[in-house]
């Protein structure tokens, strides 16, 4: 079952699913929110993930009237991702605790992307 946690530990959480969709994202929130030019993303089934650790869930911040982004109010960790209906819940890949089977599958709003860093290409490859 992969794990996973925010920098200090307080929020943590287990998924008893299987990973969908690793990418990385170019879009304005996404470099804002990590002060990078991209960020790294898996998702999740919501049945079947769980906050375990001491924090309980993260704490939400509405990013786009669907959206909503997760961090940890204790050190400022950026989490989690959740959309309005949806049934899925995503965490930056660099969040779990073994994120070393991941590839990103392409690179979302590549548009935006910083011109000194080659866009993520798409591809078909297992997770």
Known sequence: MPTGSCLCGHIRYTVAREPDFPHVCSCEHCQRLSGSPIMSWVDFPAHGFEWIGPGGEPTWFNT????????????????????????????????????????????????????????????????
């Open 64 to 127: 786009w009237p669907t959206t909503q982004r997760g961090f940890c109010d204790q050190c400022g960790s950026s989490i989690a991702a959740r959309d309005e209906g949806s049934d899925t819940i995503g965490v930056t890949m660099t969040s779990l605790d073994d994120h070393s089977q991941l590839t990103p599958k392409q690179q979302s709003f590549a548009n935006n992307a910083v011109p000194w860093l080659p866009v993520v290409p798409i591809t078909t490859d297992p997770v």
